[in-house]
């Protein structure tokens, strides 16, 4: 296996005798349809969105020097000898702030069918070799987020491989929306007020989820106002105590979940846990529309939050290890500071040398040696 180039193909030969090559690279158009393995179909449309945005998306690169807006796609394609073309794998990322300082992988995917080729690679090894060159292409992320189902025991090997460190283990949950309204009457204490998100009410559930999430998964994600609005394509509802002005919870939009439904963050603030009740479950049904599905995570050690989707209804899918890693890279000289590195070596040059002072013989003191 060759060692990867950001930017450019990266081949790996197998062990078979017909020398087969494999290769990773971006998405194009004549990949879909290979991609007809049930391991890749409930992310065609995810798939053909990437590939629609990613022509104006090059444009503006090109002309902007900025991180990419698009999903960032990379395929493992493998060819045998006879021509034909086969898709191993995929990975799907993307930015999670302007800045590009960190990013997200989506989805790893692996081709279920099994491989009739005796040079395919090991399934570990076009996982390890999709993720490192999807982090290499990132070029000014600082941080990576991942996350992987807690009994994938080979999905968590190949991401402490990579060097990320288990952040927290979720539970993730299914709540279908009836639209009965609840069995309990959703009525709201006097100085809580529903808020659409905005760029008004933006910073009020921003401020929320700083307060509630862990300092140092705080930092590795690296989000401000803009970032949260980008990432739920302003998709959400908060309650806001308007007596302080904060927002005491919060819902919105994280993705579209491929087996239907969208994915959701609800965060409360912890001196609000009494709200897990009517006043919750209007804050969610004010959000999902009647006959809609929501995927909800929540903490392993968060009873109160357990007991209160269990009321709701909502069935429990597994739980979920949630994965970080921090990416150090070393940085060369700035070309204006290696120019004046090199100018400062051609002037020391000429600069007057300083004649060395003399240095005594003798003992300092005139007094005679002791017999």
Do not use: K
């Not at 494999?22 to 990949?31: N, R, V």
């Not at 070799?129 to 992320?141: K, S, V």
């Not at 009740?277 to 529309?289: F, M, N, Q, S």
């Not at 909502?314 to 890279?329: D, I, K, N, T």
Request: aromatic share 4%; net charge positive; with cysteine.
């Amino acid at each position: 296996m060759t060692t990867s180039v950001p930017g450019q193909p990266v081949d790996a030969r197998g062990p078979g005798e017909d020398g087969g090559q494999w290769a990773i690279l971006p998405l194009q158009g004549w990949h879909l349809p290979l991609l007809d393995d049930p391991a890749f179909l409930p992310l065609q449309p995810l798939l053909q969105r990437s590939l629609l945005l990613g022509v104006p998306e090059r444009l503006l690169t090109a002309i902007v020097h900025r991180p990419p807006l698009a999903s960032e796609v990379l395929v493992a394609l493998q060819a045998g000898a006879s021509g034909h073309h086969q898709l191993l794998g995929l990975i799907i990322s993307r930015r999670l702030n302007r800045s590009g300082s960190s990013w997200q992988m989506e989805h790893l995917r692996l081709a279920l069918r099994p491989q009739n080729d005796a040079s395919s690679p090991p399934r570990d090894g076009v996982a390890a070799l999709l993720l490192r060159e999807a982090i290499q292409r990132a070029r000014g992320a600082t941080s990576w987020i991942a996350t992987a189902s807690s009994l994938d025991s080979t999905r968590l090997a190949v991401l402490r491989e990579q060097g990320f460190q288990p952040q927290r283990t979720d539970q993730i949950w299914r709540w279908q929306a009836d639209g009965s309204g609840g069995s309990s009457p959703a009525i709201l204490p006097a100085n809580l007020q529903l808020r659409s998100l905005n760029r008004r009410s933006a910073p009020l559930l921003w401020h929320l989820e700083q307060a509630t999430c862990p300092a140092q998964l705080r930092q590795l994600l690296d989000r401000r106002v803009e970032d949260l609005l980008d990432q739920s394509s302003n998709r959400g509802w908060l309650l806001v105590d308007t007596i302080r002005n904060e927002a005491v919870a919060g819902v919105r939009w994280l993705a579209d979940q491929p087996e239907g439904g969208q994915r959701v963050e609800f965060t409360l603030h912890p001196a609000w846990l009494h709200l897990l009740g009517p006043a919750g479950e209007l804050l969610l049904r004010h959000y999902a529309a009647p006959g809609s599905t929501l995927w909800l995570v929540s903490d392993v050690a968060d009873s109160a939050r357990h007991d209160w989707l269990q009321q709701l209804g909502a069935e429990l899918h597994g739980e979920q290890v949630l994965m970080a890693r921090s990416v150090w890279r070393r940085h060369g000289l700035q070309p204006a500071e290696r120019a004046a590195r090199r100018l400062e070596a051609v002037l020391e040059q000429f600069q007057p040398r300083r004649r060395p002072l003399p240095t005594p013989v003798g003992p300092l003191s005139s007094s005679p040696p002791p017999t």
